[in-house]
């Protein structure tokens, strides 16, 4: 599976941007789905996850009430769109697959298996 994200850039504090993170194959519908972020000289952590059938849903408590994670498994897209963004959430977003689906839906680096190439997400204050 290649996952390749979009829609980051530079945005002010209390704006929204929309990720994108589109994958190859025809198994996309198989994979749990997850968003992790990385700010410079920290370690990539959980953003938000989804289920395969995207009916179980998980947030890291920092973004909860402010991001929202989807899929379409028909366009084999995840979605992360973020409102009332901090200069906090400023890191490298990466979109990553995890071939096993639990629920709830796993939370660790280490637990998924495909990782895309990251896109920059810029909240200036």
């Known amino acids: 599976v290649q996952l390749v994200e979009s829609g980051g850039g530079l945005v002010q504090a209390g704006g929204s941007l929309r990720l994108s993170c589109v994958a190859s194959?025809?198994?996309?519908?198989?994979?749990?789905m997850g968003w992790f972020r990385q700010a410079p000289g920290k370690e990539r952590e959980f953003v938000a996850c989804?289920?395969?059938?995207?009916?179980?849903?998980s947030y890291a408590d920092s973004v909860k009430g402010r991001f929202t994670i989807s899929r379409d498994n028909a366009k084999n897209t995840v979605y992360l769109q973020m409102n009332s963004l901090k200069p906090e959430d400023t890191a490298v977003y990466y979109c990553?697959?995890?071939?096993?689906?639990?629920?709830?839906?796993?939370?660790?680096?280490?637990?998924?298996?495909?990782w895309g190439q990251g896109t920059q997400v810029t909240v200036s204050s």
């Open positions: 989804i289920t395969r059938s995207g009916g179980v849903l």
């Open positions: 194959g025809r198994t996309f519908s198989s994979y749990a």
């Open positions: 990553a697959a995890d071939w096993t689906d639990v629920v709830p839906p796993r939370m660790k680096v280490k637990d998924y298996d495909y």
